[in-house]
T-cell receptor, first 112, second 117 residues
């Protein structure tokens, strides 16, 4: 049973605000990922982590940052949100890089 | 080069029709893994199947079946007797080694399936 959680599910904020999107998993997976996706469109990898204290930027350049202090927790932070950040953000985890990824429900972010 | 191509952007079928979603991949590795995911309108991606490069057996799960052909680098997905609940975006994905012990995971651009009642 996949258990990966994201909060908030929906967020509407004004330009310039700092936000943190939370992602937690209870499966003990080392690998975690953040994707940015316009609804139903292509998935863009923006950050990933292979374990505690390991973070890497993905294929799509992003102004967000991530941290991995605990295995189960992989938060994403935007220091100053802009309308161009409006999108859906999906968090995922996997046992290894060649296993299936389990996805959270996503956070739909709107920046006004 | 590592690449996944889902040439069908959108497919519409009438309920009870069979439909095949195409996935063509490129990899230099002999060991790699292929996946299919479903993303219904609710937005959450759901894992459907994983197949490794050494297992070319076709897989059937209820109305779903997958045809893996290394000769054509394809991993196609067929839904038999489609239902409205099958309406979703379907993503094919590939994981292969970019260095010894390091795998990279990439997704195709997705195929939107609309099943009409």
């Amino acid at each position: 049973e996949a258990d990966i959680y994201q909060t908030p599910r929906y967020l509407v904020i004004g330009t310039g605000k700092k936000i943190t999107l939370e992602c937690s998993q209870t499966m003990g997976h080392d690998k975690m990922y953040w994707y940015q996706q316009d609804p139903g469109m292509e998935l863009h990898l923006i950050h990933y982590s292979y374990g505690v204290n390991s973070t890497e930027k993905g294929d799509l350049s992003s102004e967000s940052t991530v941290s991995r202090i605990r295995t189960e927790h992989f938060p994403l932070t935007l220091e100053s949100a802009r309308p161009s950040h409006t999108s859906q953000y999906l968090c995922a985890s996997s046992l290894s890089s060649y296993n299936e990824q389990f996805f959270g429900p996503g956070t739909r972010l709107t920046v006004l | 080069a590592q690449k996944v191509t889902q040439a069908q952007t959108e497919i519409s079928v009438v309920e009870k029709e069979d439909v095949t979603l195409d996935c063509v991949y490129e990899t230099r590795d002999t060991t790699y893994y292929l996946f299919w995911y479903k993303q219904p309108p609710s937005g959450e991606l759901v894992f459907l199947i994983r197949r490794n490069s050494f297992d070319e057996q076709n897989e059937i799960s209820g109305r779903y079946s997958w045809n893996f052909q290394k000769s054509t680098s394809s991993f196609n997905f067929t839904i038999t007797a489609s239902q409205v609940v099958d309406s979703a975006v379907y993503f094919c994905a590939l994981s292969d080694a970019i260095t010894s012990g390091t795998y990279k995971y990439i997704f195709g651009t997705g195929t939107r399936l609309k099943v009409l009642a």
